[in-house]
């Protein structure tokens, strides 16, 4: 090494073996690639024929990290991670559609989510029927032989709909057992609600949320049996998306989790207080919270959660300029789209997270136009509250 030139030394000066530092954190191997000890390693690699790394897009030892406490804390055989939520779920639907397929998907969904089923899947001949799922008796009469994924979110975004999975999974299973059913756990979490234990076959999250938690990554994940999870890994991630979740967000993510029953318990422990507060408030006329006795799957959510989460949607009593007034009237609150972050974020979903949906698509899937979205923060239950009643107040002057 010493009368190598410098520009080489520079690079491989000091190298330290790469294992056995046995830190106690998985460190991030902010690597891209990895070196082989042979020729035939790297061969050997590459055909599956032995296990470990060699390119950050197709494993990564943070990623591998991540996936496997995803898929164990949400009792899958496997899990990926991804880039973001619509990176998992783009991956998880073109790994297993073709031209022809049909879908059969809630009538609620995230509005990027919706955006894909609505105007993407039409232009690869994929035919999609929303359907609102939190009926029961309504998925019967939309299965086709050519069905292949029914995909729901429960509670929904943004108007909290929840739908049977229990129940959707067996209908969906005695039409045809090859039927994939797809619950996107975004707003549970594994803490409040596992789908797979209920009969679904792929859970899907959008990581950017109460996993991670604290309102610093963009990241997605999906769930599922070993097979599928090979299927979507060696095509959705690795060439129809390449939606590869880097080391660094992985690292960031395996840290929230750590905390997130503990936040999980706070987030729901608030929302039900400011849920309770919104619905005595004669200016506010309409609450969707699952905690609710007024919700119309109260013992549903009961049933198939532990908590009913902590995501708030509301109409208030009064136009559009009111709804908006109140919004920019919140001081605590913060005026921002994501959700299970930290601090308490408002939005107005027909304008922002669903502006994906016209307005008669908005009508059709429940989402008022002034219907607003709360994702309840960890700060204090009485300050968050304190602040939506100033804003209540100010809008009557
Ligand atoms: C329920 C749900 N699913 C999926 C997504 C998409 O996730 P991402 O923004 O991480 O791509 C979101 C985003 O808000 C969401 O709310």
């Known amino acids: 090494m010493d009368n190598q030139d410098f520009a080489t030394r520079q690079i491989h000066a000091g190298s330290l073996k790469r294992e056995n530092f046995r830190p106690l954190v998985m460190p991030i191997y902010q690597s891209s690639t990895f070196y082989f000890d042979s020729v035939e390693q790297g061969a050997a690699l590459f055909a599956g024929e032995q296990d470990g790394y060699f390119y950050t897009r197709i494993d990564n030892p943070n990623q591998r990290e991540l996936a496997a406490r995803l898929a164990q804390l949400e009792g899958g055989e496997g899990g990926l991670v991804f880039a973001s939520g619509m990176g998992a779920i783009s991956s ?37 029927d929303f359907v609102d799922l939190s009926q029961n008796g309504m998925l019967e009469q939309f299965l086709r032989p050519e069905t292949k994924i029914i995909y729901i979110e429960t509670p929904a975004n943004p108007n909290l709909k929840i739908a049977d999975i229990s129940y959707l999974a067996t209908t969906a299973h005695s039409f045809n057992p090859e039927i994939k059913v797809v619950v996107d756990n975004t707003f549970a979490t594994p803490y409040l609600q596992l789908p797979l234990s209920l009969g679904a076959d792929i859970v899907v999250h959008s990581a950017t949320k109460y996993l991670n938690g604290h309102g610093d990554v963009v990241a997605g994940a999906v769930i599922s049996d070993s097979e599928t999870i090979k299927l979507i890994a060696e095509n959705g991630l690795r060439y129809f998306t390449g939606s590869v979740l880097g080391p660094f967000e992985c690292f960031l993510i395996s840290r929230g989790l750590k905390t997130l029953d ?40 009961q049933k198939q959660m532990k908590l009913p989460g902590a995501m708030i949607s509301f109409e208030l009593a009064g136009d559009k300029e009111y709804c908006a007034s109140f919004v920019n009237n919140c001081k605590l609150c913060r005026r921002a789209v994501s959700l299970g972050d930290a601090e308490t974020l408002i939005q107005h979903p027909a304008s922002m997270t669903h502006n994906t949906y016209s307005p008669e698509a908005l009508a059709e899937a429940d989402i008022a136009e002034n219907l607003l979205r709360i994702s309840v923060g960890l700060e204090s239950a009485a300050d968050i509250i304190a602040d939506l009643k100033q804003a209540l107040d100010n809008c009557d002057n």
């Open 92 to 128: 998880m639907f073109w790994s297993l559609l073709s031209s022809g397929d049909h879908v059969i998907a809630g009538k609620t969904l995230y509005g990027c989510t919706y955006e894909l089923l609505h105007q993407g899947f039409p232009r690869f001949m994929i035919d999609v």
């Open 262 to 301: 503990l936040r999980m318990e706070k987030h729901c422990a608030n929302a039900l207080k400011v849920a309770e507060f919104l619905e005595q408030d004669s200016r506010v006329k309409k609450v969707n919270f699952p905690g609710l006795k007024s919700h119309p799957a109260y013992q549903l959510a």
